[in-house]
């Protein structure tokens, strides 16, 4: 079982940088593939990063690929998001999730999810 909170949200301009944090509890989260995801009301959760547990093969969504950079700390039990160069339309909840296994784009396959955290980037 692990559990994963986020923080890290805010609301930013345009061209700024945040960097969002997961938090996992639980001995095991260095053994676990981690995504980050977002949504917006009314779409589908999208696909923004994942690293496997090794933190050595990462996978970025296209509309991120360039601008944000997935990282993590299995000392800490922890995992990042930075997004530099924030544009209007990355304004979302960011989830955290965490599953056994290779790295997946596919929500449906993670097993732990968090709560979510806010970004909004003001033009």
């Known amino acids: 079982q692990v559990q994963l909170v986020e923080s890290g949200g805010g609301l930013v301009q345009v061209g700024a940088s945040l960097r969002l944090s997961c938090a996992a509890s639980g001995r095991t989260f260095s053994t676990y593939t981690m995504g980050w995801f977002r949504q917006v009301p009314g779409k589908e959760r999208e696909f923004v990063a994942a690293?496997?547990?090794?933190?050595?093969?990462?996978t970025y969504g296209d509309s991120v690929k360039g601008r944000f950079t997935i990282s993590r700390d299995n000392a800490k039990n922890t995992m990042y998001l930075q997004m530099n160069s924030l544009q209007p339309e990355d304004t979302a909840v960011y989830y955290c999730?965490?599953?056994?296994?290779?790295?997946?784009?596919?929500?449906?396959?993670?097993?732990?999810w968090g709560q979510g955290t806010q970004v909004t980037v003001s033009s």
């Open positions: 999730a965490a599953r056994r296994g290779v790295s997946s784009r596919l929500p449906r396959e993670y097993d732990y």
């Open positions: 690293m496997d547990w090794a933190a050595i093969y990462t």
